[in-house]
Structures are given as C-alpha cells and as structure tokens.
C-alpha cells in the first residue's frame, strides 16, 4: 500500500497552463508516492504543467494503469473520483469514520516528504532554467533524500492498519485483521 500525493515547484512564468493554485504562479507538478509501511519513495512522475494536469488526471494516465486488481492507494480528496475503485480517500463514501485520523497520519507524513523535497534550495527557489533539466535534477533530489531514509533520517510512523480489523483483547487491546 502507498501514499500519492502531487507537489508543486515554482517556475519562472510560463503561460496559463503552469499556473498553480497553490502558489498563484506557474509551477512544474510531479506525483510522488510513498510505502505507508517503510516510508520508502516507490513513485515518481513528472514534470507536468501545474493547471493542465491535476493529481486525478496524473494519477489516471499513470500510477492507475500500474495497480494490481484490488490495489488501492491512499490520497487526498484531490483523487476522489477514482474511489473506492483505486484510491482510499477521506471524502469516499465508503471510508469508515473509525481510519480517518490514520489516514490523516498518511497524508501528513505524505506531506513531510513533499517538505523534505522543499528543503533543497533549488526546489524552494523560484527555477528560472529549461524545464526538461528540473526533472532530472528534482529526480536526483528525490534519490539524495530516499538515501537519508535509508541511512536513518525515516519519515515518522503512521500506525497504518487497513480494515477491515477487530480489537481482540490479549492483555492489552491489539488490532488483527479479519479474514475476508
């Protein structure tokens, strides 16, 4: 199971099709994808023009075509028109109210690595250089910060469990997972 979120990334002013609602400016958009168990960097895709390709549109012409029957990933509410097919969201339908702060857990730690990213100079920076090298250069930062995690700078743990689950009580109350 992975997380996926979409990050943006200034750039110098490049027509409608960049602009990003979250900077009011143009920017490159990329989808990063994370294992909820080991915090790992599993995806990456991108660049794309911020406004011309939203999360669902990216998630959809990629990462969607690569999920195995009954494979489902965790993500915001930017991704919910491919639940509960493909995407766990919070604003699914069929999303129990008793996993929403695990799941809130997922996209914040979702976040932290999008603000590991940010902590890079040149991904903080507004780019004002060819739009092809951002690309290599954010993937060479995405693989400079996946060796951090591997090295001992891990993300926080986010105590996923996905149900459907049950409390037993052993001394303590563990959760185990029901048979299907």
């Known amino acids: 199971m992975v997380s996926c979120d979409g990050t943006d990334f200034r750039i110098a002013e490049h027509g409608r099709h960049f602009y990003s609602h979250k900077f009011k400016k143009s920017a490159l958009h990329y989808e990063v994808c994370i294992c909820i168990l080991s915090g790992d960097i599993v995806w990456l895709n991108g660049p794309f023009a911020a406004w011309k390709y939203p999360d669902l549109t990216i998630f959809c012409g990629s990462l969607k075509t690569e999920l195995r029957p009954n494979e489902r990933v965790e993500a915001d509410d930017g991704y919910v028109g491919e639940s509960p097919a493909h995407v766990k969201c919070p604003k699914s339908f069929t999303n ?85």
């Open 96 to 180: 129990p109210p008793e996993t929403e702060f695990m799941q809130q857990r997922v996209r914040n730690r979702q976040e932290t690595m999008n603000k590991r990213f940010k902590d890079w100079g040149f991904l903080r920076q507004l780019y004002r250089h060819d739009i092809p090298k951002h690309g290599d250069v954010f993937r060479a930062i995405a693989v400079v910060t996946q060796l951090s995690i591997s090295n001992g700078e891990k993300l926080f743990e986010c105590g996923y469990r996905d149900p459907p689950y049950t409390e037993e009580k052993q001394g303590d109350s563990d959760l185990s997972y029901d048979t299907l």
